[in-house]
Nanobody, 115 residues
C-alpha cells in the first residue's frame, strides 16, 4: 500500500519556525532518497530539499541556512525543520521520492507565513 502523510503545517509569523513530518510507506521510503516539495498558489510544484538513504542532504539556494531535512529510517519518516520563515515560503508542502519514482502524492500540509 502506497502512503504519504504530511503534517505539521500551520500559520506562522515571518521569522518563525515550523517542523514538518511525513510518514511514508516502506515501498516509497526504504532505501530511497526522499524530498520535500512545495507548491505556491498559481505556481508549479518544486523540490526544495532532498536526503539520500544514507543521509546526505541538499537544499535549494532560497532556503539554504533556513531549512533542514532529516529522516528516521526506523520510523519511515522524513522531516523538514524550517526556521526564519518568510512570506514567500507560503505554500502547500509535500514529501515524495527525489527524484520522483511514481505519480502518487499525499494531501500535503499548508504552510502560511504572515508578514
Amino acid at each position: 500500500q502506497v502512503r504519504l502523510v504530511e503534517s505539521g503545517g500551520g500559520l506562522v509569523q515571518a521569522g518563525g519556525s515550523l517542523r514538518l513530518s511525513c510518514a511514508a510507506s516502506g515501498s516509497i521510503f526504504n532505501n530511497n532518497a526522499m524530498g520535500w516539495y512545495r507548491q505556491a498558489p498559481g505556481k508549479q510544484r518544486v523540490l526544495v530539499a532532498a536526503i539520500t538513504s544514507f543521509g546526505s542532504t541538499s537544499v535549494v539556494p532560497s532556503v539554504k541556512g533556513r531549512f533542514t531535512i532529516s529522516r528516521d529510517n526506523a520510523k519511515n519518516t522524513v522531516y523538514l525543520q524550517m526556521s526564519s520563515l518568510k512570506p514567500e515560503d507560503t505554500a502547500v508542502y509535500y514529501c515524495n521520492n527525489a527524484p520522483l519514482r511514481g505519480d502518487y502524492w499525499g494531501q500535503g500540509t499548508q504552510v502560511t507565513v504572515s508578514s
